[in-house]
């Protein structure tokens, strides 16, 4: 789908230049096209994947590279010496973050930042983060490869930990709280600790952080994890933004019971209340125009024993949308049913927020350069919310970002069964250059 | 609330025989009514129930006293010697069950066998199976004392496990299957080898079994374990039968999928199918007349993060009643809805019975002697079924069976704070000992 076929591309890089680019590629003035001829080379950028994938490898083909673990290190280590390969000055930061830097020829413009991260989820895929950090290490390699004159800094960033909370773009925003990295984990390592083995200096983590105005923009490459691309056959999201996460931990009491002893009418089932709840956030969700998300995804009951009446259900409602005052009205309306729930059936009901991520909005106009390049490419696009979370809607606390999305075969993701097609790999990485070079030159 | 109050009960018997008895207490002919004045030691019960419940004790009040665990066997010990205090000749059985007999003086017939049994549920309470098994004790030593002279043999038995599935009475009826006794438990023990601890022979289990016509009648006091009587102030319970038990595990298809990235519309939640369940089991067990119960009280759901959609839930549909065909049309009822929910979730569903227990009646003739017995001691009584599972369900196979019930307070069963009333626990042996005596007389 890009405008050269892979095979001229290996072809012309192999060359050590770029084929139809025929002026230098400084930003000459708004006459010298040239550098809208750029592409990435894509079957290096799919091979680069493949090896990533060996970090941590499962039988079932996906990964277990949880941060900070052996597999997660070694992983570091080949990404840096691929930072290395194209040119980029590489170190690490104090938060644990991989900093690859390209300076730029205005010293002084604040960098432009892009990346991913390449820890995982438990048994979790082979693109979830992955495809941003390769791409944008593919997009150094072609722009040096391609001397490309950045008027920006450019700097490649691999994020500490996103998996487990987006540990290391919160560093970087100042907003990382001591006592996380003080605290021991389920593992009775404390994060201080954990960043020390990955390279990180705890003690100057401070050192890490950004204030608003020296970073100019975080751009950053993803696959959708959710199936709107895919079923649309659409080749790249623009994201809107990501979306705020509202969760609620919601008890239901009720008395627990032999189920066999106990008649009908006088049971104080903790189950039956719960059951309402879990349609009432469907139904109330789906009651109103818009793109907004509403789950319960966990649920537990005590006893459990089949020949118990429930007395106690513990559960998560989840509400998803990319305006904050929308997941506010939701939960007003439901948890005004759930205490007419908890009435009828004389079940007392407690709920209290457990996470609150507020949505962050991408930039307006970084969708508009996302878009424009897309249709240079001759790629289709649509405009999108992020319903997962990710590294950039704490880097929008500092600076403008925008987000990139490519399908998800089937929607998949979080999963060794995550695949993207390697042409969407490539349109990605391609989107993901262009946006740069016209970020660098806005 | 019985004839005599507590007081002259314990004078009387340390006399070692019964006031108000004037007549020698043998059967001698319906114009001998001597034997309607025998009553049991109540003082004496309770202090043996205290005393039983060392054995496990647990900080909260009730026991562990799981059938072959240390505290078990030393509570059997502790059972077999106020069986030999009541003047009975005490042997283990080959399946592990405790008999003792008192001979009777007409001894070509069959004999009448009272009990219950001591091991507990973990963390269960001082009343369930202990107070049957005291009782039925205290009712030989009573007559004992009293020098009643019984014309059936009476069997005073302690079943072997009866909360890990009516072992012993399985066993003594013929239909304990040689897997069970085979097959390695959870804690890698086999049945055959705990039956060898408690001083059974398991080799020998088949001489455990008695025909039909080998027993003259089954008769067995216990706690209710449901508020019923509680509720009502209703001093006993005449057992009409012990309530058929279907289980069916059910197993709900939907697909995992990211709570944030994926639309409303495009889930396949099974979570909201099981919601439904839960209610429409509910609701369809409330809609018809009588006293069957229905309950889902086990219900777990995969993956169970609050930020994925369900995408498999299985839960287990119980459902109880006297009667067999109504069952049957509540589930027949339950399932047609269930597989319309599957279709409109795009849920497949599917399920399975996993455990079914056949209703046991109580005999008609014990139902009215207990009543009658009840009555004669100035005592309330209520016909009602038995919502739980007990060895009188098994015995019914092979004679007949009766039950007879005294308050719970507030139904709690199972559970350390498990309690009946001193006053409760007297008034239950004494109908049981009118009840064996009646029988022997019929």
């Known amino acids: 789908m890009c405008a050269l076929s892979r095979r001229d591309f290996v072809h012309t890089t192999a060359l050590g230049t770029i084929a139809m680019i025929r002026t230098p590629l400084g930003p000459n003035g708004p006459q010298d096209q040239g550098w809208k001829q750029l592409r990435i080379n894509g079957d290096r950028l799919n091979k680069h994947l493949v090896n990533l994938s060996q970090f941590g490898r499962i039988p079932e083909g996906g990964v277990n590279r949880i941060a900070f673990s052996p597999a997660d290190i070694e992983g570091r280590g080949f990404t840096m010496q691929l930072m290395r390969d194209a040119q980029l000055e590489v170190h690490i930061d104090p938060a644990g973050n991989i900093i690859g830097r390209r300076e730029g020829h205005l010293p002084d413009l604040p960098p432009i930042l892009f990346g991913s991260h390449i820890d995982s ?95 100019a923009a975080y751009l950053e490459l993803h696959v959708e994890q959710g199936r709107i691309l895919y079923d649309q056959g659409i080749q790249v999201g623009v994201v809107e933004g990501i979306v705020g996460i509202h969760q609620y931990d919601v008890t239901i009491e009720g008395f627990a019971n032999h189920a066999g002893t106990t008649p009908m009418n006088i049971r104080k089932n903790a189950m039956l209340t719960a059951a309402e709840i879990v349609l009432t956030v469907d139904r109330v969700v789906k009651s109103k125009p818009g793109r907004q998300v509403g789950t319960v995804g966990r649920l537990t009951l005590e006893p459990g024993a089949p020949n118990v009446v429930p007395g106690l259900v513990s559960l998560t409602v989840e509400l998803r949308d990319l305006d904050s005052a929308k997941i506010g009205a939701l939960w007003a309306e439901i948890h005004t049913e759930i205490d007419q729930l908890a009435e009828k059936y004389g079940t007392p009901t407690h709920y209290e927020r457990a996470r609150t991520n507020d949505p962050a909005l991408s930039d307006p106009q970084i969708r508009e350069l996302i878009a424009a390049a897309a249709d240079d490419l001759g790629l289709s696009s649509l405009h999108m919310p992020s319903g997962a979370g990710h590294d950039a809607q704490t880097l929008a606390m500092i600076c403008p970002v925008g987000m990139i999305f490519v399908p998800s075969v089937e929607g998949i993701s979080h999963s060794p069964r995550e695949f993207t097609e390697p042409e969407d790999v490539v349109n990605g990485g391609n989107v993901l250059l262009q946006t740069i070079v016209r970020l660098d030159r806005a």
Do not use: F
Request: charge should be negative; include cysteine.
């Open 121 to 215: 989820v438990p048994e979790g895929g082979n693109y979830d983060g992955d495809l941003g950090t390769m791409a944008a290490i593919e997009t150094a390699q072609s722009l040096a490869e391609a001397g490309y004159q950045n008027r920006h800094p450019l700097e490649v960033i691999v994020w500490c930990d996103e998996e487990g909370g987006l540990t290391g773009s919160r560093a970087i925003t100042g907003i990382l709280p001591e006592e996380e990295l003080t605290d021991l984990g389920r593992d009775g390592v404390s994060l201080r600790e954990k960043i020390r083995r990955i390279g990180g200096d705890p003690d100057r983590i401070a050192d890490a952080k950004r204030e608003r105005g020296e970073v």
